[in-house]
């Protein structure tokens, strides 16, 4: 079974750096475009960046210029670099893939269990 792995949450200042991974796990043929998604308490979820198999990133407006995602195919990961951290960006962290495959024919979308990130002022 395939899951998707999130780390790297915690507390940090306003100002201050976070690195998020994660990490694919399981029996994986390959991987589509990977994301970071995030939910704020009483908000719905949004996407903050995705990054597709061939390299191609997109960015939430809110998170431009602060946000950076990457991903290594060998390892099956993706990351997400957060620089300037605001108050605003605490929420809880989810990874996602639209196509997690773990054969030619069997593929799903799938998501991690989340990972908390609380920016203080």
């Known amino acids: 079974q395939v899951q998707l792995v999130e780390s790297g949450g915690g507390l940090v200042q306003a100002g201050g750096s976070l690195r998020l991974s994660c990490a694919a796990s399981?029996?994986?043929?390959?991987?589509?475009?990977m994301g970071w998604y995030r939910q704020a308490p009483g908000k719905q979820r949004e996407l903050v960046a995705f990054?597709?198999?061939?390299?191609?990133?997109n960015y939430a407006d809110s998170v431009k210029g602060r946000f950076t995602i990457s991903r290594d195919n060998a390892k099956n990961s993706v990351y997400l670099q957060m620089d300037s951290l605001k108050p605003e960006d605490t929420a809880v962290y989810y990874c996602?893939?639209?196509?997690?495959?773990?054969?030619?024919?069997?593929?799903?979308?799938?998501w991690g269990q989340g990972t908390q990130v609380t920016v203080s002022s």
């Open positions: 996602n893939s639209n196509r997690v495959c773990a054969t030619a024919r069997t593929c799903f979308a799938s």
């Open positions: 399981g029996s994986i043929f390959s991987i589509g475009a």
């Open positions: 990054i597709t198999g061939g390299g191609n990133t």
